[in-house]
Nanobody
């Protein structure tokens, strides 16, 4: 079992930056993918960005060039640097850890990001 805890959410003005962090409760040595998802009120949860244990990344089109996902495997951490935030980025952001080869995934509790225009 792995627990994920997100931090770093809050209220910012449009155009500002924010960094989210996600801490995993233990070391992970097998291939995995960590990612950030978000869910706005009345909408489905959507992928924001992912990063594999080998370093490969993917981004949702609307965040490309503004958001950067990174990880520190030694610290069991994944980060999401969000720049040029827009009101459309307002959502609850969730951290996810996936082991694709054995089809197991874990989710954090989520952290609220509110962008005021």
């Amino acid at each position: 079992q792995v627990q994920l805890v997100e931090s770093g959410g809050g209220l910012v003005q449009a155009g500002e930056s924010m960094r989210l962090s996600c801490a995993a409760s233990r070391n992970i040595f097998v291939f995995n993918v960590m990612g950030w998802f978000r869910q706005a009120p009345g909408k489905q949860r959507e992928l924001v960005a992912t990063i594999a244990s080998g370093g490969g990344t993917t981004y949702e089109d609307s965040v490309k060039g503004r958001f950067t996902i990174s990880r520190d495997s030694a610290k069991n951490m994944v980060y999401l640097q969000m720049n040029s935030l827009q009101s459309e980025d307002t959502a609850v952001y969730y951290c996810k850890l996936e082991f694709p080869k054995i089809k197991i995934e874990y989710w954090g509790q989520g952290t609220q990001v509110t962008v005021s225009s």
